[in-house]
């Protein structure tokens, strides 16, 4: 965790951090309270609240599960339901920030500002950062602008969380119709360069366009989103050229609130416990149902927790005329597919392309999701449509036609396949996957053999740890007749790989081609036991039963003796 970082979760700590009493419980009390502990540990944050409830409903007046339900019903999205359990902890007299984080949302969503100021002033906190913060939004909340800057002044004046301080005091500025102030901020004209999120660029973006200066918004949005396909980004650029920006990121205090709980979530994101960060991008969007860059993070943490129910449930919250709601519905495809929806998947992405057809990533994302399901035939035609969409070279194409070309050989249309692997070397000339796969193919057609060993050579000098790689480095040369030289890079494959029965079985033939016959059927054993393909099973047995030129000689192929390097 970078140095910041830690300050920021020390400034910004919850409940998760904080004990309190541990639970008492009664005999029969325990079923509930155990189901709900196994729960929590697997993230089954649902199950974990359902479990909680029942354990509080024998035994109310239980802090630590009061906590535990409180967490479980905030990360599942329902903050109503865990206010008022906040409410209870705080009246048995329990110090805890995680049920002070849930009231400051519910106060907030609900405006009463001048309560809030009260609690802080009570000493009701969650920490140095967000109560500051807390206190200048609510100051905006109540109308004290001067006082508000002044305390986000404050908070600017904290060493390790000056860029919270000024870019919040830049949001309240625009809720106030200074967008000039705002600018300044944000531009570093005040002579603090701000490193600004995605979101902040946007924000900044937005406010040069409602300031007329309409090249600096273009310009912004060029540097900051260069080779994107951020569709925010995209939409606010049409804004920009028709003149239709509004200023309506944070239109109020709720919302300054909403930001401060999502400004936490993303600087914790990647770097905090997932579970932990989502308790601040859930409580942003209960107080802003309209935050979406809250909703989708919530989103991907729980797809990272493999919450995926509650993941789709999240992205289903993305309005359709929203720019961002086809990339939120190709995460509720992802989605599906891992709860093994996998045929709804589809057609929601079949649906998603037909409304975004100009969009060549919903048609990747279809296609890669078909060959994934080996369903290749259907995959090729919405590869086709992206390569269609695509109107210049670039590098990041490599993989749309590797994935197209894999399907095609799959597909025993070669001609094809080979073209697509060519393309995607021609965009990216050492890419180790394509490498390997053209020059392992080329391997198992026994052609262009010399083209192959090149291939595959340069493939492992792009990435020397990959088992399949090297694999296909001492196939080919064993396919060459260098069989001394095939041990040596097969049993490295072993060793990066050493529970798969391709690369055992290849060992087995590597090491019978040098004459090390037992060696040769212990690794067939091996092979065996790491449960290959039917057919190739049968043959490994077969090997075991004959040996290994004898299952040549049935074959047709050339005997061991014979290097066939000339295609």
């Known amino acids: 965790m970078r140095p910041g970082i830690r300050r920021l979760a020390f400034l910004a700590m919850t409940a998760l951090a904080v004990p309190v009493a541990q639970p008492v419980l009664a005999e029969g009390d325990a079923g509930s309270y155990l189901a709900a502990r196994s729960a929590s540990v697997t993230s089954d944050f649902s199950a974990a609240a359902r479990y909680y409830s029942r354990a509080l409903a024998r035994d ?23 206010v008022p359990i906040a409410r209870r902890m705080l009246q048995a007299g329990a110090n805890s920030q995680l049920a002070n984080l849930a009231l400051t949302a519910d106060a907030a969503k609900r405006e009463q500002w001048d309560q809030i100021l009260a609690d802080l002033d009570a000493g009701q906190s969650v920490g140095p950062l967000f109560d500051g913060l807390l206190r200048a939004w609510s100051l905006v909340g109540t109308g004290d ?48 360069q701000l490193n600004l999120t995605r979101r902040g660029a946007l924000i900044h973006a937005s406010v040069l366009a ?10 912004m949005l060029d540097i900051g989103f260069a080779g994107s396909s951020d569709p925010e980004a995209e939409a606010m650029r049409t804004a920009v050229l028709d003149g239709s920006v509004r200023a309506d990121e944070v239109a109020n ?115 890669d999701l078909l060959r994934q399901m080996e369903r290749f035939e259907e995959s090729i035609p919405p590869y086709d449509r992206a390569v269609a969409l695509f109107e210049t070279p670039d590098v990041r194409q490599w993989m749309v036609y590797f994935a197209r070309g894999i399907a095609h050989e799959r597909l025993d249309q070669w001609p094809q396949a080979e073209a697509d692997f ?19 193919s080329f391997v198992e057609m026994q052609s262009n053999m010399d083209e192959a060993l090149d291939m595959i ?25 260098r069989y001394d030289e095939a041990v040596i890079h097969m049993e490295r494959a072993v060793e990066l790989m050493p529970v798969d029965p391709i690369v055992n ?63």
């Not at 919450?307 to 919250?317: F, I, K, N, S, V």
């Not at 990959?466 to 064993?478: C, H």
């Open 145 to 192: 602008i001067a006082e508000a800057l002044d305390a986000f002044d404050a908070v600017a004046d904290t060493q390790g969380v000056q860029a919270f301080g000024l870019f919040h005091k830049a949001l309240a500025l625009i809720t106030v119709g200074d967008l000039e102030g705002a600018d300044r901020i944000l531009s570093g004209a005040d002579g603090t």
């Open 505 to 567: 079985d290849h060992l087995g033939d590597v090491y019978w081609a040098v004459g090390r016959t037992r060696e040769a059927e212990f690794q067939w054993h091996r092979a065996l036991s790491f449960d290959p393909e039917p057919d190739e099973a049968d043959r490994i047995r077969r090997k075991l039963d004959v040996g290994l030129d004898a299952v040549l000689a049935d074959e047709g192929a050339a005997p061991l003796n014979v290097a066939n390097d000339d295609g």
């Open 422 to 440: 060519r393309t995607a070397l021609e965009l990216r000339p050492d890419q180790p996957q394509v490498l390997n796969y053209l020059g392992y």
């Open 253 to 367: 205090a709720a919302e300054g609130v909403a930001e401060i709980y999502h400004s936490i979530a993303g600087a914790l994101s990647g770097e905090a416990n997932d579970a932990y960060t989502l308790i601040y991008s859930r409580m942003s969007s209960f107080i802003d149902p309209g935050h979406i860059d809250s909703i989708i993070l919530s989103a991907t943490l729980l797809e990272s927790l493999q919450r995926y129910e509650l993941a789709t449930e999240a992205y289903d919250l993305v309005p359709r005329d929203h720019p961002s709601y086809y990339s939120a519905e190709l995460g509720r495809a992802e989605s599906l597919n891992r709860l093994g929806r996998s045929d709804a998947a589809i057609e929601a992405l079949k649906q998603l392309s037909e409304s975004y057809g100009d969009v060549a990533l919903v048609h990747i994302t279809l296609g």
């Open 60 to 82: 109310p007046g239980n802090l630590t599960l009061m906590e535990a339900a409180l967490t479980s019903y905030i990360a599942t999205g329902e903050v109503d339901r865990a």
């Open 457 to 481: 050579q340069r493939a492992v000098q792009g990435d020397p740890d990959s088992g399949y790689i090297t694999d296909s480095l001492g196939w080919v040369l064993y396919r060459l007749g």
């Open 210 to 219: 409602q300031l007329d200066r309409t090249d600096e918004a273009l310009e």
